[in-house]
């Protein structure tokens, strides 16, 4: 008995120090996370940054200063372009190490070495959309120049540098809950990075959903429910502009288009997605006489914050704005003559391929009358506490055949089973070159010059000089199609659906100095209808391009407070349109004590979604209840999956053809009217309200209902802001919904001396022990800006200093 106690006690104490040193689940080892010396404890807030300090980097050429002022933003002061990147890594992975790391192993399928076998889905698809293959192939046309390739090598090795001094005790918190440790970053690295935002801004593809809505409905429902154009826009480029260029000769659309739709006819409600909005004035209408601009890029808004933002000085550039946390440079900012910024285009460079192949070893498909053979990638992926796993992907010349067999993901709802991606993000590119000459850039002729080395995502390019010169360009690498290409599920057997060339860069839709005094962008339409080249068949809304331009055609003597106050505007042109069309066919008669008091609360309502507004809450439940009672016995087929047509084509059908069929619910014996619709939907909102928040009270505001908030990037309990009662809407300027939003607010005043203003939902640390974590949200949140300290020298009185770091070799 005594030997058998002697054991217990000897093998107790072996198991529990192996349990509690064991990743078990989602539980960190337990001994080490709580080690006083190198666990968690270890992350909280200190004063390290409170003083002046230094360090040598290796492969420094001169003394780096860099100035943080009083909210954590680093002013680099460098003497050449290399120790310029080399600080910009350093500092950056100072702050944002693991949202770097994190970010670059979502984007390359590498989810699985931290987490285990739960995210080998995610793993897959982001493989067999070929991000990693997008990324080596970019990351040669970045290699090749030679600038760019000095900017990515002194960044990853200012990152590096950081890397180094750590020790497990400093490692950011994520890293001990998580139980991993940081790798040496690589140029492969910043590329990933640049692909990812490729594939959060343009990787939406509707044309599988569109091929089978073909198939069932036939071509000309499918062209009246889904036109080539909205029923109402106002496009970006402003109507009647005259286009200066020859355009090249059209592709001629194949005679079989119409019956080459091929694959397998849930459904998709057409969201809203994410979206920007950007403008500038030109001196006439504001009061300082020199151009104000503005930006506010709209993504899903997380902890750590998606932007880092920075000043950039060295000899030939002094910029500030953001950046991406593991790219080099300022992606949307201003220096001392220009200002830019960008929204999103929503151009189709991303098409699905149906492949004809010999037989099921996937090794030929037949393309223009011959057997060709594919290539094969093997992609291994790592997946912690278990064996690798070797994903086979075929590509033909379109691209990766991303499935066979469809996958339980819903990332991967759209993607059609047998088909090849043909996607400009998996093309030779060098959009850092873009951002190099616009941090440098002096003049229009510079912001052009910048636009050409611009491949992807496609971005609505607003640009402003001291010259007094406005201009913006939807601009991208955009392929010469067929009007239509890409709508559908293309043929993978004939040539002549394949992409034919490209559009000359300088014959992307512009316009400079237009006579109404500003230019804008809110992810609508390009152009007019007289644009000779496709881009797309479908964009964003209209709506918040047709109240911001309504706002800058009146505005007079604008300054950045004016801009301000309009970058949080919450009214809702799409209210405005619909709210005089539905009101008089809601039946009073038929309605509770509480449906009247809501209906009472429109009739009275001012159409903004403000965050006290009740109104707001009935409207939004109300017309999303609406289109979903309108579109959703036709469009809901198990196994088919289909999408609704957009908001635009809903509402003409609601104030132009109030007797279409698409009204009759074809599921029930009843014929039903848009008037029963209407009544339903609104008797459903405010019921789905009452159950939730009990009688009307103010429980009912958009903003409890709307419920905003700022998560952590990794949904980490804890680490995400509190709810932030705010208002805003996707169809406001102030286009916030529950975790999307604007992810940076940018106002510029150029002049002699120019002024910035900004604020993103966030703080430039990514350690949620900082203080500097979260400290801007409530200014974010309550529509305010900071004033963007733009130092000329390290010794800049204008703004308040609280620590000073020297780097030398």
Not at 572 to 601: D, G, H, R
Request: proline share 6%; glycine share 6%.
């Amino acid at each position: 008995m005594n030997k058998i106690k002697a054991l217990c006690c000897i093998l107790i104490p072996i198991a529990l120090a192996f349990l509690l040193n064991t990743k078990i689940g989602s539980t960190p080892p337990l001994l080490k996370f709580l080690n006083p010396f190198m666990g968690f404890w270890q992350n909280a807030e200190n004063n390290h940054f409170m003083f002046n300090h230094k360090a040598k980097i290796k492969g420094a050429i001169d003394e780096i200063e860099i100035v943080f002022d009083d909210r954590m933003i680093p002013h680099i002061f460098a003497k050449n372009d290399h120790d310029l990147y080399l600080a910009q890594g350093y500092v950056t992975a100072m702050h944002r190490l693991w949202q770097m790391d994190f970010q670059t192993r979502f984007a390359a399928g590498r989810i699985s070495e931290v987490v285990g076998d739960k995210a080998i889905e995610v793993d897959r698809y982001q493989r067999r959309m070929g991000m990693v293959y997008g990324a080596e192939n970019s990351l040669k046309g970045m290699m090749a120049d030679p600038k760019v390739k000095e900017m990515i090598l002194a960044y990853t090795d200012g990152i590096n540098a950081y890397i180094k001094t750590l020790s497990h005790a400093n490692y950011p918190i994520e890293y001990k809950i998580l139980d991993f440790k940081p790798e040496n970053w690589s140029p492969i690295k910043c590329a990933l990075l640049l692909k990812q935002m490729s594939a959060v801004l343009a990787m939406g593809s509707d044309e599988f959903y569109m091929t089978n809505i073909m198939k069932k409905f036939g071509p000309d429902v499918t062209k009246d429910l889904f036109p080539d154009y909205p029923f109402r826009e106002d496009p970006i480029i402003p109507v009647g502009t005259k286009w200066n260029f020859n355009p090249l000769p059209t592709p001629k659309t194949p005679e079989s288009f119409t019956n080459a739709q091929t694959g397998d006819v849930k459904t998709k409600e057409k969201i809203e997605g994410i979206g920007s909005n950007n403008w500038a004035l030109s001196g006439s209408k504001t009061e300082s006489g020199y151009p104000i601009l503005a930006n506010d890029p709209h993504l899903d808004l997380t902890l750590p914050s998606i932007w880092y933002q920075i000043q950039l000085h060295a000899p030939g550039v002094n910029t500030y704005g953001v950046s991406l946390p593991g790219a080099p440079g300022v992606v949307i900012g201003f220096n001392g003559q220009i200002a830019w910024g960008v929204t999103n285009v929503a151009a189709d460079v991303l098409d699905f391929y149906q492949i004809k192949f010999k037989d099921n070893t996937h090794k030929e498909y037949w393309f223009n009358n011959a057997w060709k053979p594919t290539s094969s990638r093997l992609e291994t992926i790592k997946i912690r506490g278990a064996k690798d796993e070797i994903d086979t992907v075929y590509y033909t010349h379109h691209g990766p055949v991303v499935y066979f067999q469809k996958p339980k993901y819903s990332r991967a709802n759209n993607v059609p089973v047998g088909n090849a991606l043909r996607w400009i993000a998996h093309d030779e590119s060098n959009e850092l070159m873009t951002f190099y000459y616009l941090n440098r850039g002096k003049n229009y002729d510079d912001y052009r010059k910048a636009l050409t080395f611009y491949t992807a995502p496609a971005q609505n390019f607003v640009f402003a000089s001291i010259d007094n010169d406005i201009a913006i360009t939807p601009n991208g690498k955009f392929p010469l199609k067929w009007k239509d290409q890409g709508k559908f599920i293309l043929d993978g057997t004939d040539k002549a659906y394949d992409w034919q060339g490209w559009i000359p860069a300088a014959q992307n839709p512009t316009v400079k100095n237009p006579s109404r005094g500003f230019v804008s962008s809110a992810n609508q339409s390009s152009t007019d209808k007289t644009y000779p080249y496709y881009i797309n068949w479908e964009f964003g809304a209209y709506e918040r391009g047709k109240r911001i331009n309504d706002r800058l055609g009146a505005m007079t003597k604008a300054n950045a407070d004016s801009i301000r106050l309009m970058q949080t505007d919450n009214y809702s042109i799409m209210a405005q349109n619909l709210i005089p069309a539905l009101m008089p066919l809601v039946n009073n008669e038929q309605l509770n004590a509480t449906q009247k008091e809501a209906y009472s609360y429109l009739t009275k309502w001012n159409k903004r979604y403000d965050a006290n507004e009740i109104a707001a809450s009935v409207f939004e439940i109300w017309t999303k209840r609406l289109s979903y009672d309108i579109w959703n016995d036709e469009f809901e087929v198990e196994g088919i999956p289909m999408r609704y047509p957009s908001r635009d084509r809903t509402v003409e059908m609601i104030l132009n053809q109030p007797n279409a069929k698409w009204f009759d619910n074809v599921k029930t014996p009843s014929v039903e009217k848009l008037s029963d619709l209407v009544n339903e939907a609104f008797k459903y909102s405010c019921d789905s309200l009452e159950r939730r928040f009990g009688p009307i009270n103010k429980d009912w505001n958009w903003a409890n209902v709307k419920q905003t908030n700022v998560p952590h990037l990794a949904k980490i309990p804890g680490f995400g802001s509190k709810v932030l009662l705010i208002g805003g809407a996707k169809s406001t300027i102030n286009a916030i919904s529950e975790t999307n939003g604007p992810s940076w607010r940018m106002v510029i005043e150029l002049g002699k001396k120019p002024k910035g203003h900004g604020v993103y939902p966030g703080g430039q640390s990514g350690n949620p022990g900082s203080k500097f974590y979260d400290n801007m949200i409530d200014t974010w949140a309550n529509g305010q800006l900071y004033d963007l300290f733009f130092m000329q020298t390290p010794d800049d009185k204008s703004g308040t200093i609280i620590s000073r770091l020297k780097i030398s070799k």
